[in-house]
């Protein structure tokens, strides 16, 4: 079965960056697909990015293109989220997911996820 933890998190400045960070254990992420969620105080969890098994597509939140970019290392079974240019209203707590992934496209759809991780802080001040 697999694990996931999320690490990275933290206090951050607005404009600043921050890299989360997803190891995974117990199998190989290769055909696993990773969606980044966040969830802010008061609202609903939200997919931040995503990227298909196999280092394939990759999609973004529109409040996110061009400052947050996803990977994956599969040497290292750990996917990764840079963050830059961070805002406040990127403060939330932010979980990796994978989705067992043989072929076809992946979304934000929550359902589509087989495990989670427990999530981490990021706090961004003004």
């Known amino acids: 079965q697999l694990q996931l933890v999320e690490s990275g998190g933290g206090l951050v400045q607005s404009g600043g960056s921050l890299r989360l960070s997803c190891a995974a254990s117990g199998e190989t992420l290769d055909y696993y697909g990773i969606g980044w969620f966040r969830q802010a105080p008061g609202k609903e969890r939200e997919g931040v990015s995503l990227?298909?098994?196999?280092?394939?597509?990759?999609d973004y939140a529109d409040s996110v293109k061009g400052r947050f970019t996803i990977s994956v290392d599969n040497a290292k079974n750990t996917a990764y989220l840079q963050m830059n240019s961070l805002q406040p209203d990127d403060t939330a707590v932010y979980y990796c997911?994978?989705?067992?992934?043989?072929?076809?496209?992946?979304?934000?759809?929550?359902?589509?996820?087989?495990?989670w991780g427990q999530g981490t802080q990021v706090t961004v001040s003004a």
């Open positions: 990227i298909s098994s196999l280092g394939g597509s990759t």
């Open positions: 997911a994978a989705a067992y992934q043989l072929g076809g496209s992946l979304t934000f759809e929550e359902y589509e996820y087989d495990y």
